[in-house]
């Protein structure tokens, strides 16, 4: 039985304005990882950038800022517990994905530090910082034009992002990015333009020196349970009428009448098992979304609840692959064609 304890106690977290949570940096799993971050800064020797830190609801730097904002989930592990069954997917897990994430963002420091966006060579390189930014694009995976840093081929998403993902490849320690692109002319050639450029600004001061922060967790005056709700995507365009893969998937793969003495065990535990991986590595090779992932996912798990779909213990391998080849097809449609089915 579950304890009623700890059900009161999620159920008050929900509800509990975000605000008043108490969260922040000092004393965490982040309070170290910022000191370890700031040693690679450090070492870059940039001495007139001193970036801040501070909570708020995702990464990002303000436009002109020095202070990077991380995801206040990540202060506490019931609040990253909570991220991952909502959303299905934790940006920022784990030490590595932690300051994967801070060198990111503070290639967007640097960019608006020195306003690198106004050279000409850099707009030769990365595009027009004036460009559109949209949430929603069709990123080409494999391109040898972009890096590849954060999930989701984020250097396809403009030219603010490329240049921050390039930024991150050449900052990270012990990376031989000149091997790792040496086939890739174009992304090599913006990391080289990165490292001649970061050779020039070592002894420079900053254009701005502004520390603006947005939406800093002190002052976020919504629950977690109104948070997750603006975030919610379960029934935005998932795909009628998938009966029939669904039958091709389960049915196919070993039928109830099919080998007798092997056991059956009901398709949607399988589909609901494989969703954390599947949301990330959809994620990570598509650019589809985590939330879609997940709302999908279990849209899927749903349905073959209702068509009281089963499967052989022994098939549960390759049925795994079927069914991950089969939401990276759908996520891929809707990437790149806004829908999941035609």
């Known amino acids: 039985m579950a304890d009623p ?30 000191a370890e971050f700031q040693a690679e800064v450090t070492a870059l020797q940039l001495a ?15 436009f002109g800022s020095q202070s990077i904002a991380l995801p206040f989930y990540l202060a506490r592990p019931e609040l990253e517990a909570l991220q991952v069954e909502q959303v299905g ?35 030769r390189q990365f595009g027009s910082i004036t460009q559109p930014y949209v949430e929603e694009y069709s ?14 081929w984020y250097a396809q998403k403009h030219p603010d992002e490329d240049w921050a993902e390039t930024f991150a490849v050449w900052m990270t320690p012990g990376k031989d990015w000149r091997k790792s692109y040496r086939t890739w002319p174009t992304a090599l050639a913006k990391l080289e333009y990165c490292d001649r450029l ?42 009628p009428g998938l009966e029939g893969a669904l039958t091709a998937i389960f049915e ?52 073959a609840e209702e068509l009281q779909q089963v499967y052989p213990a022994d098939k549960e391998g390759p049925l795994s692959i079927a069914i ?13 064609r806004g829908t999941y089915m035609p």
């Open 5 to 34: 304890q700890a059900r009161f106690q999620e159920a008050n977290l929900r509800t509990e304005r975000i605000r008043d949570l108490g969260l922040s940096i000092e004393g965490t799993r982040l309070e170290p990882l910022i």
């Open 48 to 62: 007139h950038l001193k970036p801040t830190f501070y909570l708020s609801t995702e990464w990002g730097v303000v």
């Open 89 to 123: 997917h934790l940006e920022g897990a784990g030490r590595a994905e932690t300051l994967r994430y801070l060198r990111h963002e503070f290639g967007h420091v640097v960019n608006y530090a020195y306003h690198l966006f106004e050279m000409e060579e850099w707009v």
């Open 139 to 152: 990123p080409k995976p494999f391109s040898r034009r972009f890096v590849r840093h954060l999930p989701g």
């Open 198 to 239: 970061l050779g020039t600004l070592r002894d420079q001061p900053p254009i701005v020196v502004v520390q603006e922060r947005d939406e800093e967790v002190g002052e976020l005056s919504i629950s977690l349970q109104e948070y997750y709700s603006q975030l919610d995507k379960s029934e935005d365009g998932l795909p």
């Open 252 to 303: 196919d793969m070993g039928s109830p009448e099919s080998e007798p003495g092997v056991a059956r065990k009901p398709a949607w535990t399988l589909l609901r098992n494989m969703e954390r991986e599947l949301v990330s590595n959809v994620y990570l090779w598509t650019g589809h979304f985590p939330e879609r992932t997940r709302a999908l996912v279990r849209h899927l798990a749903t349905r």
């Open 324 to 336: 991950t080849t089969f939401v990276t097809a759908l996520a891929m449609n809707h990437v790149h």
